[in-house]
Each structure stands twice: as C-alpha cells, then as structure tokens.
C-alpha cells in the first residue's frame, strides 16, 4: 500500500490537472488538512513537498503553497511521442484532415488550410482553459518532431472521457494509433482520475477496431445515426474501457 503522504499527493495532483485548483491559488494551509484528517503535519508537508517535485507547485517563502501554471503535456509511448500543437504543425495537420483517405473513417469531411489553421488555433486556445477539458495532442515519432497524427480525449461527464485518434496514411500499419491510444488512456485514467474512456467507431473502421480490440475496450453496442458525414448518416459502434480494467 502507498504511504499516506503519496495517496494525498496522488489526489491533490488529479485535483490540479483537472483545474480545482486554479494556477494561481493557494492549496490548504497544512494546518487546514491536517484538521481535515488527512494526517500529520509531516504527512502532509512530504505530500506538498512531492507535489513541488512533480513541478506542479511552488512553495513561496512566508505565502504556503501554489499552484503553477499548466506545463505543456508531453507523453512518451514505445513508439511516438504525443505533445501540444504549436502553429507549425498546419503542413502536417493539413496531410492528415485534408485527406479523404483518412477523414472518409472520421466525423467531418476533408478540411483546407484556413480550416487546419482554425483547428490548431482552436486546439491551441483550448489547452489553456481552466478546468482544462480537452487535451488534443499530436502524434510524432520518437525521433522526428512531425506530427504525424493526433490523439484526443474530451471531458464529458462524470469523470469521463471520449478518445478519438487518426494517423496520416502513409504511415498506417506501423503501430503508431495503438501507441499513442495506449499512453493518452494511461494519463486519462493515471493522471486525470478518470473513470471510464469511451469511442464510437464506424461499424466498418476495421483499423480502428483493431486498435481499441488490442487496447481490451468492450464493445457496449450500436449508436443509430450517429455521425453525419461524407454526405450521409452513418452508425457507430461504442467502445468503452473503465480504469479498473486498465493495466
Ligand atoms: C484507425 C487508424 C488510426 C489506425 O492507425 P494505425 O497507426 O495504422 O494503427 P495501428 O498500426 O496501431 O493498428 C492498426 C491495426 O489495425 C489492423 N488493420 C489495419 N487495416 C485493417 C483492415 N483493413 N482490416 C482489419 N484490420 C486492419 C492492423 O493489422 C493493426 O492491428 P494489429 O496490430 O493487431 O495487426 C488509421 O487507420 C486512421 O487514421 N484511420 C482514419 C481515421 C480513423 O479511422 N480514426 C479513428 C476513428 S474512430
């Protein structure tokens, strides 16, 4: 069993990165919590203290304890690395959502530059909102800051989240959508204290199945209509992993 300072510095940290507490704020002062019943002063002061080392809090001389701004999320899986959009990625992201090849699978239809520059402006605005409820990252190899695709999950719900991936085409087969899936769900549960992750699929994605099949998600049954796109309503199917069944 974790120790009881790691246990609260595990909660205080989920309670950051979902924005309870603003970048900015105070935490509690150590008195508050040790009050509060979440154990001794020195139980409490090696959770901040753990906390500062995450770099997700400072502690200022005199003024307790707080919060830093958001750093940037950077996750590194086996084969890509997923990190935050910055505008010189239009080139690239415009390979991927200006091509039929990959939005004929996804929920809108191909896109220009001016849309790709509006998608990453917004994406880009997005990532700084507190609470912060969606994080759309790009996918790039490990040795190449390309982006060569991108993965998502919003916030929606009670501690739940909607993941969605894609991966320019030249590039399919490699494994990249598995990785990326596997180390965004990781942070989702681990790091945001989610509780469930869904997806819907077309019925006929066979790819994208594969993907979320070797992830271990069920398939929880049909969405009627779900999507319109490429000229016509199109079912989908939903996939759903909950933490407890994450390894
Ligand atoms: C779905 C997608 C993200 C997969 O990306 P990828 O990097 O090629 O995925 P991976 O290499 O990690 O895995 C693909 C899996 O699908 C399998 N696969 C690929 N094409 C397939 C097909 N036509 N039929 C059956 N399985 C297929 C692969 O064999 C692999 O499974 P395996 O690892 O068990 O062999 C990519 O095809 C894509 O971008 N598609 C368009 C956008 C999209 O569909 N996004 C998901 C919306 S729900």
Redesign the pocket.
Known sequence: MAPKWQELADRLAVQIRRGDFAPGQHLPHIRELVAAGEGSKATVHAAYKALEAKGLVRSSRGHGTIVRPHKPIRLVGKRVVLREFTREDVDDVLAIIGDDK?TA??SFDSRDRAQAVAMIEGTIERAQQEPRTEFHLGVTKRDDDHVI?FARIGLSGVQAGKL????AAK?????????AARALVTYAFKELGLHRVT?A??PD????I??VQ?LGFACEGVLRDHVFTNGAWRDSLLYSVLADEWS
């Open positions: 990959v699978w996804l695709g969605g991936y894609a991966i590039e399919w087969g490699r494994g990249y959508a598995t990785d997806t699929i077309g994605n066979a790819a994208s594969a993907v070797q």
